[in-house]
């Protein structure tokens, strides 16, 4: 499975972004798709999740202000991200999980979330 990333940037605090995740080769074999994001010194975050079925998980710091979503039939997952706040910024990354436990990532796409 391929991951590819798109639709970071900047913005100002308050702002919007929308992060997009284009998958390709054995996508049937996914699971859950999510994002993460990471800051330097810092491990990776888990953000957003969204299971094959639907079912969706957020940070604590992101709920009511981000929105995961998975189009089955584009192999996408997106995330809305509105108030966007400094406190966002960070690398984003796209993941897709095969159970039991097999990982794919995205490469990293830059937010920056200015005051």
């Known amino acids: 499975v391929q991951l590819q990333a798109s639709g970071g940037g900047l913005v100002q605090a308050g702002g919007s972004l929308r992060l997009s995740c284009a998958a390709s080769?054995?996508?049937?074999?996914?699971?859950?798709m999510a994002w993460y994001r990471q800051t330097p010194g810092k491990q990776r975050e888990l953000v957003a999740v969204?299971?094959?079925?639907?079912?969706?998980n957020y940070a604590d710091s992101v709920k009511g202000r981000f929105t995961i979503s998975r189009d089955n039939a584009k192999n996408t997952v997106s995330l809305q991200m509105n108030s966007l706040e400094p406190e966002d910024t960070a690398v984003y990354y796209c993941?897709?999980?095969?159970?039991?436990?097999?990982?794919?990532w995205g490469q990293g796409t830059q937010v920056t979330v200015s005051s």
């Open positions: 969204i299971t094959s079925g639907g079912s969706t």
């Open positions: 993941n897709a999980v095969r159970f039991p436990a097999t990982n794919f």
């Open positions: 080769g054995k996508i049937h074999s996914i699971d859950v």
